[in-house]
């Protein structure tokens, strides 16, 4: 399958064309292997969903990337300050963080490059971006990144995550479903209260909104937390059938659908979904129920695996431990 190809706001897609190349060079001068970058944030979103301007570009890299290195104080040979102030920018690294950002513009424009892990640990997409194979973080990933800010609601954050019920549900969905439903509904609680201050934010810093994507800023925090509260579940059902593990969910705004997922793809999906998080702290947990079901799987077993509603969880079971299930269900037991 051919890449797509995505174009990022004009601003951002300056500062990039600026910055790429220094990036990519200081970064392999580390001779890291784990250098290789992953573009982030508003930027990638707004160059798949078209939806308003982004100034900024964020990198991730392995977590445990030296960053430290491309500091003068601590590697005199590095080169990567001083490049980033000969294109203009003002480079600062937070040694705590593990993050790098560098300023234009007087702040206008930003490039942070960040030693960390995607909060969702699978999706990231191959994309060409100016001509050139990048990886970008899935959407998913992203929405998980800006509801773990949220606390300090940022109108663009605020704005990303109503479009994402409108554009991309199942990236918002996986988000809000990987972290637990009592926080999702006090974030969505803090965007409701927030509204007067989330709408002043929106007039300064929210740009480049086509007209038919236009929201009056006064709505943005009681639109959001009506979009939190739409994505979670209400229905999650994991089964086996025909050799194939079978998600079947249903939120506040749909009704159930059902993805097949192969035996051999179940662990990298059921991160990328933002199953596992969502799973972790249920029954006996995201790993010992995707062990039973892959077992089923190869056994050609039709099992009932995981089943839990908007009140909590109805039934489990693994191989040798069970809520309202039979452990390991062996050939020929019925329930």
Same mark, same amino acid.
């Given at each position: ?14 500062? @990039?064309?600026?910055? $790429? ?32 301007? $982004? ?6 890299? !392995? ?11 601590? %590697? ?17 690294? #937070?040694?705590?963080?593990?993050? @790098?950002?560098? $300023? ?9 490059? @960040? ?11 191959? *994309? ?58 006090? =974030?969505?609680? %803090?965007?409701? @209260? ?17 007209? !038919? ?12 937390? !009506?979009?939190?509260? %739409?994505?979670? #579940? ?10 194939? =593990? ?5 939120? %506040? ?24 998080? !969502? ?12 062990? #039973?079901?892959?077992?089923? *799987? ?38």
């Amino acid at each position: 399958m051919t890449p797509p190809t995505l174009t990022l706001p004009p601003p951002a897609e300056t500062l @990039w064309q600026a910055v $790429s190349e220094t990036v990519r060079e200081e970064l392999r001068s580390m001779n890291d292997r784990q250098t290789q970058y992953a573009i982030g944030g508003g930027s990638i979103l707004a160059a798949r969903w078209k939806h308003r301007d $982004s100034c900024d570009i964020d990198l991730v890299v !392995h977590p445990d990337t030296a960053l430290g290195m491309l500091a003068e104080a601590n %590697n005199p040979a590095a080169q990567f300050e001083a490049r980033m102030r000969a294109l203009g920018g003002k480079p600062a690294f #937070y040694p705590m963080a593990r993050l @790098w950002t560098v $300023s234009f513009d007087k702040g206008e424009r930003k490039l942070d490059l @960040w030693a960390t892990a995607p909060l969702l640990g699978a999706g990231q997409q191959a *994309c060409t971006i100016a001509g050139r194979l990048e990886t970008a973080l899935s959407s998913a990933q992203i929405l998980r990144g800006k509801l773990e800010r949220a606390e300090e609601p940022l109108a663009r954050d605020v704005f990303d995550i109503i479009k994402a019920h409108e554009k991309e549900p199942q990236a918002l969905e996986a988000a809000v479903n990987a972290i637990s439903r009592e926080a999702a509904e006090s =974030i969505a609680q %803090n965007y409701h @209260w927030a509204a007067p201050t989330i709408a002043a934010d929106a007039e300064k810093s929210l740009r480049g909104v086509p007209e !038919h994507e236009r929201i009056q800023p006064r709505q943005l925090g009681n639109r959001a937390a !009506h979009a939190i509260g %739409n994505a979670l #579940y209400t229905t999650c059902r994991i089964q086996t059938r025909n050799g194939a =593990i079978e998600v079947t969910t249903a939120t %506040n705004a749909r009704g159930e659908e059902t993805i097949r997922i192969e035996p051999n793809n179940a662990e990298h999906d059921f991160e990328a979904t933002g199953l596992s998080a !969502h799973l972790q702290p249920k029954g006996p947990g995201a790993k010992a129920l995707l062990d #039973y079901a892959r077992t089923a *799987c190869r056994q050609q077993r039709d099992r009932m695996v995981f089943e839990a509603d908007a009140d909590g969880v109805r039934a489990w079971r693994t191989a040798s431990a069970g809520m309202n299930l039979t452990p390991g269900n062996p050939a020929g037991t019925e329930e």
